[in-house]
């Protein structure tokens, strides 16, 4: 299931998300169609098909930190490390953590955002991280994630996203990283 693209992903997975998702015309601006996870991560046996499906072709011990991105990533990382048997790192939004912090600073299509690692008491030189969120659009997030780990000297083995949003060039940025994307909007 680590590849570049959906086949191997359990057709189980791949209807759940579909049959749960809620699919939002017109948001958040007009002409984008917003992929709202929430009713899939609230249906214990959709968020059960989920994670598992972020977690297959890694095993126990393959990894020593999942990593989740801000905000809904948290959720699904938790629930990956627990299954994983392995920890959770929260890679934070700007201004969430307290100083000293590692930091990586990204464009998006409609500004710019920093993302954040705790500076003291976290040494993450040689380590192996799974990063998980849950859209892959135009992988400016996951790219700055990446870079980021990369900065505190980890080896990041993989990226494991819910849904792709296809045509933004995400998955071209992230060229060069192991990636699985459990379906596509």
Do not use: N, W
Request: net charge negative; hydrophobic share 45%.
């Amino acid at each position: 299931m680590r590849d570049h693209g959906t086949s191997g992903v359990s057709p189980g997975v791949v209807a759940a998300v579909e049959r749960l998702m809620r699919r939002v015309e017109d948001f958040p601006v007009a002409g984008v169609q917003f992929c709202d996870l929430t009713p899939v991560l609230a249906d214990p046996e959709g968020f059960d098909a989920v994670v598992a499906g972020l977690a297959a072709g890694h095993e126990i011990g393959s990894v020593d930190y999942v990593a989740g991105l801000d905000a809904r990533g948290f959720l699904l990382a938790g629930a990956v490390a627990l299954r994983l048997q392995t920890g959770v790192l929260a890679i934070r939004k700007a201004g969430k953590l307290p100083p000293p912090v590692h930091s990586r600073s990204y464009e998006l299509e409609y500004g710019a955002a920093t993302l954040e690692l705790p500076a003291d008491g976290l040494d993450l030189s040689g380590t192996r991280i799974l990063v998980v969120d849950d859209v892959l659009a135009t992988g400016g997030t996951l790219g700055a994630a990446v870079g980021l780990l990369d900065d505190c000297g980890a080896v990041v083995t993989g990226l494991s996203v819910v849904l792709e949003v296809p045509g933004l060039g995400g998955r071209d940025r992230l060229s060069g990283t192991p990636l699985t994307c459990l379906t596509v909007a």
